[in-house]
């Protein structure tokens, strides 16, 4: 559990410092723009790669907090046991899913590498943003995996109801 801590904390510092410093970019290329006439030269593209990093590494922090959007509507008529049968299935649906399209996403940022395909204005490079989305995905479908095999907190609380007497 320690690694899962470490992962979630590592990764949720990165995504704040990533959210401040789209702030601060966004801020810069207002105030160049509208007071000096002037924006900030690339300050699209910086939002762009802030955006995508924002995302991808947000999206192992959702997983392993069980944060999804949920329709629970038919809850209500299931017995707890379709509900973790439902649950453990989804998370098994979703490592499937989220290990395919991080492979798919592994071989578009080779063939980015390879290509050695940059941003228009600054020239970055794009391949290490498409390696981290990619590495961010597999990571998030890693979390499904091992959620499989832990009780939803719903779950976890009845267990503690029946054997609290």
Same mark, same amino acid.
């Given at each position: 559990?320690?690694?899962?801590? +470490?992962?979630?904390?590592?990764l949720g !510092?990165?995504?704040? =410092?990533?959210l /401040?410093?789209?702030?601060?970019?966004t %801020?810069v290329d207002v105030v *160049?723009r !509208?007071f000096f006439?002037? #924006?900030l %030269?690339?300050g699209f &593209?910086?939002?762009e790669? *802030?955006?995508? +990093?924002?995302? !991808?590494c947000? +999206?192992p +922090? $959702?997983?392993a907090r069980r &944060?999804?959007?949920?329709?629970d509507? /038919?809850?209500? /008529?299931?017995?707890?046991? $379709?509900?973790?049968?439902l649950?453990?299935?989804a998370d098994?649906v979703?490592?499937? =899913?989220?290990?395919g399209?991080g492979y798919i996403?592994f071989?578009r940022?080779v063939r980015?590498a390879? !290509? *050695?395909?940059?941003?228009? $204005?600054?020239l970055? #490079?794009?391949? #290490? $943003?498409?390696y981290t989305m990619? *590495?961010?995905?597999v990571i998030?479908g890693?979390?499904?995996l091992?959620?499989i /095999?832990i009780?939803?907190? &719903?779950?976890?609380a009845?267990?503690?109801? &029946?054997?609290? #007497?």
């Open positions: 559990m320690r690694l899962a801590q +470490l992962l979630q904390r590592t !510092y990165f995504a704040a =410092a990533v /401040f410093l789209m702030m601060i970019v %801020a *160049g !509208y006439n002037k #924006p %030269a690339g &593209e910086i939002t790669i *802030g955006l995508a +990093l924002l995302i !991808y947000a +999206l +922090l $959702v997983s &944060e999804h959007i949920v329709i509507t /038919f809850d209500v /008529f299931m017995s707890q046991g $379709v509900k973790t049968f649950n453990r299935l098994v979703c490592f499937i =899913a989220l290990s399209v996403l071989k940022a980015v390879e !290509y *050695g395909d940059t941003t228009n $204005v600054l970055l #490079p794009l391949a #290490p $943003v498409v990619s *590495g961010m995905i998030a890693l979390m499904h091992v959620l /095999f009780p939803h907190a &719903e779950q976890a009845l267990d503690a109801k &029946e054997v609290t #007497p």
